[in-house]
């Protein structure tokens, strides 16, 4: 990564002194689009160090090097008997498309294997690939550019296709998380799945046979899968009791967030919109804007912590001795009572998710912060283990 640096430095330093004023854009669109590619390159690779993310950090860096190739071809503008300088706006957009699609692969991928997210992921992965596909046929598709480039009209109906669809699966993959692994079931989170298809369907209707009537069913099946998906998500996060206020109040703002927005798509159908319902609605979006961005935030505080082995930092135990009561501090593992003799055995251990064996030591909270199941219900609590206490001329007991 360093000798790609350092060689975009040269090349653009070497074209800044003998290149005319095209090579030198060219040189510094290089160089900087080197400089992002390693510094992504760099961030994914740390991701296969670990079995579970190893999937996630390969991929994401071949995408990054088969983006980088792109996006240079489109710099250069190469022409050549199979690639045309009328290619590279197709390309540009190829690229766009597939950066887009990998990164949300590559999320999906960190989540596979956790129990809460393996549904939701695989559909998530399945439903980007279509996407993306989609987005390739709207960029290549014959007789029209790419977007915004004379498309014909069989490329617009399979971008406005490719755009409802991302929709709909980002609200069906939100409210697909929890699915096979939560405790209790949640059949709310089904109206918002069918919501998503729903809205689909009918952007397919309006896309493709242009009814422009089929607008207020999308909007309005669209804003019942966001904030179903938008709920499931939320309801995850992993917050301190305190401020776990903030959960309903932010799905009840989203909530009156879409149902002024269906309001004001019926009244403009029937050419009457209510500027004052357009302010509330714009208000009220700025406090659930607001809200969410408090949620992200407490939610990230609250899941850092400070990493201490607990066999290395904590060696010792404070206790009573069961059979003299004598109050002393004793090693870890077997040691002797100094009172009576008695031989006690101790042992600590981290507290651990009953979902994913994810480490709770020292998270305050009452979800875990790596799958979100609940970790302080009393049954998912792993057992106790009794110290066991034995005296000299004993055969043992529990203490």
């Known amino acids: ?55 996630a950090g390969m991929f994401g860096v071949t995408v ?36 887009w699609t990998a990164a949300v692969a590559v999320a999906l991928l960190k989540k596979i294997h956790q129990p809460s997210t393996r549904v939701a992921a695989y559909t998530g ?19 029209g550019g790419a977007r915004h480039y004379y498309a014909s009209p069989t490329q617009e109906h399979l971008w406005e296709t490719a755009w409802v669809f991302a929709l709909a699966a980002v609200t069906t993959t939100a409210a697909l998380i929890g699915v096979g692994h939560d405790k209790k079931p949640q059949p709310w989170r089904w109206l ?4 998503g298809i729903g809205a689909f369907v009918a952007g397919l209707y309006a896309s493709w046979w242009e009814q422009d009537e089929a607008a207020t069913w999308i909007v309005v099946s669209a804003s019942v899968a966001v904030v179903i998906g938008y709920a499931n998500i939320v309801t995850r ?10 959960i309903p109040c932010n799905i009840i703002a989203l909530a009156v967030v879409a149902g002024g927005i269906d309001l004001l798509v019926i009244q403009e159908q029937i050419g ?28 990230g505080l609250n899941r850092k912590r400070i990493e201490r082995p607990l066999d290395s930092t904590l060696t010792e135990i404070s206790l009573t001795c069961p059979s003299c009561h004598k109050k002393q501090t004793l090693p870890l593992g077997d040691s002797r009572c100094a009172g009576c003799g008695m031989r006690i055995h101790t042992r600590i251990t981290e507290p651990r998710c009953p979902a994913c064996d994810y480490s709770l030591y020292k998270i305050t909270c009452d979800r875990c912060p790596e799958c979100g199941a609940l970790v302080d219900d009393p049954e998912a609590a792993p057992p106790t283990i009794p110290a066991v206490g034995r005296s000299p001329g004993d055969p043992g007991g529990s203490v």
């Open 125 to 143: 992965l399945g439903l980007a690939g279509i996407y993306w596909v989609l987005c390739l046929l709207a960029t290549w598709w014959p007789h």
């Open 237 to 246: 996060a992993r917050l301190m009791p305190a401020a776990r206020w903030l």
């Open 272 to 299: 009457s919109a209510d500027e004052l319902l357009a302010r509330g609605v714009g208000a009220v979006g700025i406090v659930s804007a607001c809200g969410t961005l408090a949620l992200a935030i407490l939610a």
């Open 192 to 195: 918002g799945i069918v919501a």
């Open 1 to 55: 990564m360093l000798w790609s640096l350092a060689l975009a430095a040269a090349a653009g330093v070497l074209a800044v002194l003998a290149g005319g004023h095209e090579a030198i854009m060219r040189f510094l669109g290089t160089a900087g689009l080197t400089v992002a590619a390693c510094l992504l390159a760099l961030r994914l690779t740390k991701l296969t160090d670990q079995p579970t993310t190893h999937a």
């Open 64 to 99: 990054v090097l088969i983006v980088y190739i792109l996006f240079n071809i489109n710099i250069w503008g190469l022409d050549t008997h199979w690639l045309t300088e009328r290619h590279n706006g197709k390309l540009f957009f190829s690229a766009m498309a597939l950066a």
